[in-house]
């Protein structure tokens, strides 16, 4: 390694990008193609020979980390212990740091070598009751240390910013967030609570561990090192870390210049959020200024607001909550203005005949926003007593799909996921209206919206809908309104490099 003394980071790192690499050749190229931003590059050399890790050490000149990690800590070396020791102090010879698994058979380097050793563990719980011990167990060796914990629910991320709060008091330089998707959020505030560093993926399609975030993510779109924990909104979802919507909202702030976080607090129920994501006690790690919700928490986020706007309470659903100074959650659904404010471009909605696909969150406030608008909307869903049980809280119409096949309509709004896998949510010799509005955004334009430009309709695409209703969501959030340009060149660029990555 171009390197003759030992690296100085003082106690903080940052981002830690890492690779996974079985040649030099490879490893050198992605080494140099990782950001500048980052502090160290982690070399995850599991399935490297010694040659190939010599020939990287002799040529490569930024910062790095090697790890050889057994297939019990997360890892893939699969050789003699003879050999890893020997390949772990070659690296250490050749001047990079190294990380070693706390209580495995390397780890007596930690204390010969505290400030070029990180010792680690993964795969702990995430409480209290099972993190404190294993950093006073740790503390002596005076290395660098890093705990990566299991998260089940993302309520449990309270204990890391304990764990580091308590590292800080005792001047421990320690890093800490927690794996799984449940703990991504804590990659992202860990610096902030006082971590000396979080860990990245090159690219969406590399990660070395659940619930990472890339590199650039981490440095461009989210900024870590200047996040404040207390000036954050939430986007609260089941799947949320496949939406553009982070990118967009943060891009908007940062071209005002304001501090807001828009951050993803992803969970398959309800339930793991209900009881913590409204807490405002002093001890909270949590205080959030307020949140977008996306499927399937639309509905039970309506609930938790003591007060809802026009289109919120008509709908009983909710896609926008702000947490007002006294600590109210007031609601707003922005969904079904910008759907209105869409279709006004292409038909006098005065009257106008809309059929809407669905029954779920997004279709309960286009309805409700369209019938306040003047015109008559239809739900049509494939279970027709869902439909009707919807419409008839609305005071709209309602059928079967079949029923769909006979009816007028002027607009059509899409409003299931279908056509997010490329296929066609409607039989196209039924686009016989005047415009179409496909919820379901992507790279590319659905099948439905291709169809309806085809046979010559307003075809009107979900990433258009994504951006009308964030325009609004962002107003409600700060107070301002932000250039739509702005969070459109975001979420396209976003989507494009999802696009790429997974090709």
Known sequence: MNQTSEPEFGDRIGVVVSIQAELAEDALARIAAAPSGCGLVELRADRMQPKELSAVLDACSRPLLVTLRLPADGGGYDGSPARRRKMLEAALAGGAMIDVEHGSDCADLAAAHPERVVLSDHGSACRADALEPLLDAMAPSGAWLKIVPVAETTGELGALRDLLRRAGRQRLR????????????????????????????????????PGQFTAAEMLDEYRVGEIDPGDLIGIVGSAVRGSPSPAMHNAAYRALGRRPRYVPLEAPAWEELAGW???????????????????????????????????????????TVRIDESGRALGFNTDGPAVVELLARHLDLAGARVAILGAGGTARAAASALAAAGARPTLYNRTEDRARSVAAELGVEAGGLDALRDAPWEGLVQATPLGKQGEMALDPELLRGRAVLDAVYGPSPTPLVLAAQERGLAAIDGFSLLVAQAVVQFEHHAGVRPDPEVMAEAGAAWLQSRSAGAS
Not at 177 to 204: D, V
Not at 303 to 317: N, W
Request: aromatic share 12%; charged share 20%; with cysteine.
């Open 174 to 209: 320690l890093a800490a967030f927690a794996m799984g998707g449940p703990g991504a959020l804590s990659r992202l505030l860990a610096c902030a609570w006082g971590s000396w560093g979080t860990y990245a993926a090159e690219r969406p399609d590399r990660l070395t561990a």
């Open 277 to 319: 994501i409204f807490d405002r006690s002093p001890e909270s790690w949590s205080r959030f200024a307020g949140f977008a919700a996306t499927m399937p928490f639309k509905e039970p986020m309506a609930g938790r607001c003591v007060e809802l706007d026009r289109i919120a309470a008509a709908a009983g659903s909710v896609n």
